[in-house]
């Protein structure tokens, strides 16, 4: 009798880089078969088939090794980040490990990416993302909609700058309600994003 399983998406949390430790990875080969293979995304998660029927027991044991669980599938992702070269409290981590907390695991109606990178040189890849975020100094700049792939990629319109932390996670949650609640079935954000109307998102903050 097969067992049921489901896909979880797993990563080290908001920290300087994607990184995860021995003991965590001892932990993740405790649930994999011996010929299973995990795959390694481009948002710095593994992802992973646990059974369903002791998923949540399985889910606490990760978060108490220090792992972060998040559902697979139209949620938004955890945030990909750069890897803070400058130190934690330069480059915003603590704002990036709040925004993380805000927003990853929504549901929305087709998987949104969000990004945040410390400083201008944006190796977080904010610029071609759902969401971005970039910090300057000590304010943020937001970008949305933008696309990575495809002969129509493109980068994000910035939509506002010289953000507050606390203006920052406001906005990007309002922005995620208006997507959340006016989105339409599997319609990706940078979609939603030319249908609306970036002047018309702007009004709508």
């Not at 009798?1 to 990875?25: R, Y």
């Not at 649930?31 to 606490?60: C, G, H, K, R």
């Not at 998040?70 to 949620?75: A, D, H, M, S």
């Given at each position: 009798?097969?067992?049921?399983?489901?896909?979880?998406?797993?990563?080290?949390?908001?920290?300087?880089?994607?990184?995860?430790?021995?003991?965590?990875?001892?932990?993740?080969?405790?649930?994999?078969?011996?010929?299973?293979?995990?795959?390694?995304?481009?948002?710095?998660?593994?992802?992973?088939?646990?059974?369903?029927?002791?998923?949540?027991?399985?889910?606490?044991?990760?978060?108490?090794?220090?792992?972060?669980?998040?559902?697979?599938?139209?949620?938004?992702?955890?945030?990909?980040?750069?890897?803070?070269?400058?130190?934690?409290?330069?480059?915003?981590?603590?704002?990036?490990?709040?925004?993380?907390?805000?927003?990853?695991g929504?549901?929305?109606?087709?998987?949104?990416?969000a990004?945040?990178?410390?400083?201008?040189?944006?190796?977080?890849?904010?610029?071609?993302?759902?969401?971005?975020?970039?910090?300057?100094?000590?304010?943020?700049?937001?970008?949305?909609?933008?696309?990575?792939?495809?002969?129509?990629?493109?980068?994000?319109?910035?939509?506002?700058?010289?953000?507050?932390?606390?203006?920052?996670?406001?906005?990007?949650?309002?922005?995620l309600?208006?997507?959340?609640?006016?989105?339409?079935?599997?319609?990706?954000?940078?979609?939603?994003?030319?249908?609306?109307?970036?002047?018309?998102?702007?009004?709508?903050?």
């Amino acid at each position: 009798m097969s067992v049921e399983k489901i896909k979880i998406a797993v990563n080290g949390g908001i920290q300087f880089g994607a990184k995860l430790n021995a003991k965590q990875l001892a932990l993740l080969a405790k649930y994999l078969d011996e010929d299973q293979e995990v795959e390694l995304t481009t948002f710095q998660q593994i992802y992973l088939e646990i059974p369903q029927s002791n998923a949540n027991e399985i889910m606490q044991e990760f978060r108490l090794s220090g792992l972060s669980c998040y559902p697979v599938g139209n949620y938004v992702k955890s945030l990909r980040t750069c890897n803070f070269c400058k130190g934690s409290e330069e480059e915003g981590m603590p704002i990036a490990q709040e925004l993380n907390r805000i927003i990853a695991g929504r549901e929305v109606p087709f998987t949104l990416k969000a990004a945040y990178t410390g400083c201008p040189v944006g190796c977080g890849e904010p610029l071609v993302n759902d969401i971005g975020i970039m910090k300057i100094k000590d304010t943020y700049s937001l970008y949305i909609g933008g696309k990575a792939t495809g002969k129509d990629a493109e980068i994000g319109t910035l939509l506002m700058k010289e953000l507050s932390p606390e203006e920052l996670y406001r906005n990007v949650e309002e922005i995620l309600e208006l997507y959340i609640n006016e989105g339409k079935k599997r319609e990706k954000f940078y979609k939603f994003v030319n249908r609306i109307g970036i002047d018309q998102i702007k009004e709508r903050l």
